[in-house]
Each structure stands twice: as C-alpha cells, then as structure tokens.
C-alpha cells in the first residue's frame, strides 16, 4: 500500500499560500516515490469552492468573525483527522510564514503524539526555531533535494 504524505507549512502569511513548493514536492512524491498525498493547499480549495462558494475567506476575518471561524474550525478538523487517521509521515518546510503562523505548529503537534515522522526543510539554524517545534520533528533538511535524497532512499530499503 502507498505511504501517505501531508505537506505542512505556512500559509495564512506564505506568498500564494506556500502553493509553489507544495505543488512541487506532491508531483515528485507521487510520481517518483508512488506516495498519496494530503495537500492542505487543496483540500481548503475544495473545501471553499463547494461548501463556501464565492466567499472571499481572508476577508471574513474581518467582516464576520463567527463565519470565518466555522470555516477555521472545519479546516482544523479535517487536518487533525488526516494526520492522525490517514498519514504515514508529514514534511513541513519551516520558513518565516510557518514561524508566524499557528497551523504548522499545530499540525507538528499532532504528528508528533501520534507517533508519525516529521521530516522539516528549513534554511534557519535551529537557534531561530521554537524548541516546541524542534521537539516534533524528526529530522532537518537544509533542502528539498537533501529530503528527496533520503526519502528516496527510505524507499529503496
């Protein structure tokens, strides 16, 4: 059976929601290592374009708070049962947007007490990360091609 990956990290405050290398890493997992994958980025898309058709998200943050955190809590809920139901393990790309943001924390934490692996990617020393966060991750990758490397070879074995 496939081994199933969740891609956590910033996107409240990421540039175009951390699209670019979700979208990269979930094409080479599929594609090189036959893995399914749980993209956040899709499913809140999916989630938005059928239960909450024509609502700017974003902007319910400040026009209507009640709504927004209906919306909020659903997102929540879906991820915490992907994580603790349905994924294998969780790469997270640990960047300025994930630091600011509670998401990826959450998601982490989530991992980490249902014994799933993280494996993070971060330019940071590991000085500028929260040690709640470096308590969650398994290991730390300077790179997505140092990732690929070892997750390749995990899949050789």
Not at 59 to 70: H, I, N, P, S, V
Not at 116 to 133: D, L
């Amino acid at each position: 059976m496939a081994r199933r990956a969740y891609l956590s990290g910033g996107m409240e405050y990421a540039a175009d929601e951390g699209r670019d290398w979700r979208r990269e890493m979930q094409t080479w997992l599929e594609r090189d290592l036959g893995c399914t994958v749980f993209n956040p980025n899709v499913e809140s898309d999916r989630l938005l374009g059928t239960e909450f058709r024509g609502i700017d998200f974003r902007e319910l943050k400040k026009r209507d708070m009640g709504r927004f955190r209906t919306i909020v809590e659903r997102l929540v809920t879906i991820d915490c049962e992907e994580i603790a139901l349905r994924t294998d393990f969780v790469v997270v790309y640990w960047d300025d947007s994930a630091r600011r943001g509670a998401g990826t924390k959450g998601e982490l934490t989530m991992a980490h007490y249902f014994r799933k692996p993280v494996y993070m990617v971060t330019a940071m020393p590991p000085e500028a990360i929260p040690g709640w966060v470096l308590g969650c991750v398994s290991r730390i990758f300077g790179d997505f091609g140092s990732l690929k490397e070892f997750l390749s070879a995990q899949s050789d074995g």
